[in-house]
């Protein structure tokens, strides 16, 4: 099982899965999680070396939308996050609304060691949540903290056992709803 990336194609389907949850009404929030190696190493280089300009910049205002629309989701969501959470991934967690961790996740901006800078909202999201000072430590420098360091900066809201990381993270999804139950 491979680490999982964000390629244009699991934006269109994250997007659908979040219209047809908006749409059907049904729902009382939505946890984020990938599979059990990782929840996303960010981007897809190889297919972000192959884009012109112009198609990058679109898939930067894709990525930027969606996270967006993340943010203001009208149900809460929340990423369930296992492994590395790095570049675009740790921007898709920011755009959720709480973030649970196991205790053996990492968390980072690899793009300065790749001559990249993330263009789905990270560098605006991560100063805002962690402060300025830490935030241009781990984009400008690459480094990745660990899930301890990441819950003491307040980057995730919770570290739990990766056996109860789903149902840790759709408690949050109750208490993001309502917040007097924090």
Not at 60 to 74: C, H, M, S, V
Not at 138 to 159: C, H, K, N
């Amino acid at each position: 099982m491979g680490y999982p990336r964000l390629t244009r194609a699991v934006l269109d389907e994250l997007d659908d899965l979040l219209a047809t949850v908006a749409r059907e009404g049904l729902f009382r929030g939505v946890v984020i999680a990938a599979n059990s190696a990782s929840f996303t190493t960010g981007a897809d280089i190889n297919e972000l070396g192959q884009l012109e300009a112009v198609d990058a910049r679109a898939l930067a205002r894709r990525g930027q939308n969606l996270f967006n629309g993340i943010a203001e989701f009208p149900l809460p969501v929340v990423a369930a996050i296992r492994g590395f959470c790095l570049g675009g991934g740790l921007d898709l967690a920011l755009a959720c609304h709480a973030r649970v961790a196991t205790y053996d996740s990492s968390f980072g901006h690899p793009g300065a060691s790749l001559g990249l800078l993330t263009g789905w909202g990270g560098t605006q999201r991560l100063p805002r949540r962690i402060g300025k000072a830490q935030a241009l430590q781990m984009l400008l420098t690459g480094d990745r903290i660990p899930a301890t360091q990441a819950l003491t900066l307040g980057l995730v809201d919770e570290l739990v056992s990766d056996q109860d990381l789903v149902e840790a993270a759709t408690r949050w999804v109750e208490r993001v709803k309502n917040p007097s139950l924090c």
